[in-house]
């Protein structure tokens, strides 16, 4: 069900509902900026182009640059198989589910190979490995989804950042992989106490790499400066939340909280916002988990667009949107614009564009089912079913030309769209070889093609 203020009357029927879901004040319109004249928007294209890497060569960080899921406008492809549309194929060795990040020619992923963490770039024009470097020892292989290099890096400028279950962190020269900085976080602030694999991937801010750490145990939000790798801030992040709810997989995101840098962590039975200048703590939502349930770990990340942060949860049962002002401006529950108890996604992180926001469910009862919702209200605006199968999806959606991409566990992407028509409907079902599980990394855009990393294989997939 949806529950907005003019749903608070109904709340009898629904016992189980979370604590924090009686918001009391009606759900703004969002704000949208707008180029006042044409000639905006030149100046716009022309300060674009002018860059030294171009937009649509560049996916610097889980989620893309804007952490939303949403590519570049491009002519991606929608059709292909094992023998049709693929530029080229490469064996990854080792073991990794890592989504890649790109900048400029190179694709950079990790892989557990011979007992190490490995971060190596890939040369898209050809796939070939252009290098690969050792960053520690494997201390993965918890989880038959993934390892010790589950984390995707992240890339600005030159510098690749990989992070990985040993509590690595690295610094990397994108274009000869020497090595700039490296640290450990559980040499500086504790060991790692998670149940499974590491999830979270390294985010982004102008001068920093952040990584959180939300565990059974001393949890926390870490700066390092990009350059140097010093400790710029560190937050510590302990909330009240039972064994196994305690601990989270998922990724900070880069937002904006009252016209200034923050950041969205998702985590522990709770939401949190930071400064991203000092990590500060200015906002915090509780009320995720009120039965106390031991085992609500998170794996989906948040995802956000203009004020509202959208934060699914309770393994795949709920998604709970944010107005993230209001919630820094300490209104609690009041900051709540809508909630939904009949739908969710527990693995994939909810792709956002344009105030609509698209969940893949993952649960024994939705597995395979894309719901659209309205960003503002929580509205169903339209629901489609893949073809039945035992196959799950760990897989992010991808939103790129009109189109949704949702990939399964087997390497098999459903193409939606047109996501502009009222219906959108399943246009191609695209199987590849390497169809053994577990396909966890999500779709990548670069230029007019894709990037697509099965269990044992780097594909570069042609446009049309």
């Known amino acids: ?83 049709s549309q693929i ?30 963490n490995v971060l190596m770039a890939i040369d898209t024009s050809t796939g070939e490995i252009a290098w690969q470097l050792d960053l520690g020892p494997d201390r993965g292989n918890k989880h038959k ?6 984390p995707s890096p992240a890339v600005d400028d030159g510098r690749v950042f990989a992070y990985f279950r040993s509590g690595d962190l690295a610094c990397v020269s994108a274009a000869d992989g020497k090595l700039i900085w490296q ?37 926390y939000l870490v700066a390092f400066n990009k350059e140097t790798g010093d400790v710029m801030w560190k937050e510590d992040r302990v909330l009240d939340a039972p064994e196994e709810a305690a601990q989270s997989y998922s990724t900070p995101i880069a937002t904006t909280v009252n016209n200034k840098p923050a950041i969205a962590v998702m985590g522990a039975d709770h939401l949190t916002l930071h400064d991203a200048a000092t990590g500060k703590t200015i906002g915090k939502l509780g009320g995720f988990n009120p039965t106390d349930h031991k085992y609500f770990r998170s794996i989906s990340s948040p995802a956000a667009e203009g004020d509202i942060v959208v934060c699914p949860y309770a393994r795949g049962e709920s998604v709970t949107a944010v107005r993230m002002n209001d919630l820094a401006a300490g209104k609690g529950t009041d900051a709540i614009a809508w ?17 609509r926001v698209y969940l893949v469910g993952d649960g024994k009862s939705s597995r395979g089912t894309i719901w659209c919702l309205d960003l503002n209200t929580g509205e169903t605006l339209w629901t489609l079913d893949t073809p039945k199968s ?30 502009s028509s009222a219906t959108p409907t399943i246009v191609a079902s695209n199987k590849l070889g390497d169809d053994e599980p577990f396909t966890v990394a999500s779709p990548v855009p670069i230029e007019d093609s894709l990037l697509l990393r099965s269990k044992s294989n780097l594909y570069r997939i042609k446009g049309q």
Not at 90 to 100: D, L, V, Y
Not at 145 to 150: A, E, F, P, T
Not at 198 to 205: A, F, K, N, Q, W
Not at 339 to 355: E, Q, Y
């Open 87 to 116: 530029a080229w194929k490469k064996q990854i060795p080792g073991k990794g589910s890592s989504t890649p990040v790109v900048e400029g020619q190179k694709a950079f992923l990790t892989s557990g190979l011979n007992e190490k």
């Open 390 to 419: 035992r196959i799950s999806f760990s897989s992010s959606p991808l939103i790129a030309n009109d189109h949704l991409y949702v990939t399964g566990e087997d390497a098999l992407t459903h193409v939606i769209g047109p996501l």
């Open 339 to 355: 909630f939904r108890d009949d739908l969710g996604s527990d693995v994939p992180t909810p792709a956002i564009d344009n105030g």
């Open 1 to 83: 069900m949806v529950i907005t203020t003019n749903t608070v009357a109904s709340l009898q029927f629904y016992p189980t509902l979370p604590h924090f879901a009686l918001p009391k004040a009606g759900v703004p319109a969002m704000l949208r900026e707008s180029f006042p004249c044409p000639q905006s928007i030149a100046i716009v294209a022309l300060i674009a182009l002018s860059t030294t890497v171009s937009a649509d060569d560049s996916w610097p960080q889980w989620r893309g640059p804007n952490q939303n899921g949403v590519a570049q406008s491009g002519n991606y492809p929608v059709q292909w198989d094992e023998d």
């Open 183 to 219: 640290t450990n976080l559980q040499d500086q602030f504790g060991e790692d106490t998670l149940w499974w694999d590491l999830g979270s991937s390294p985010m982004l801010t102008d001068s920093a790499v952040v990584v959180a750490v939300m565990q059974s145990g001393p949890s």
């Open 145 to 150: 989804k993934g390892g010790g290099s589950n």
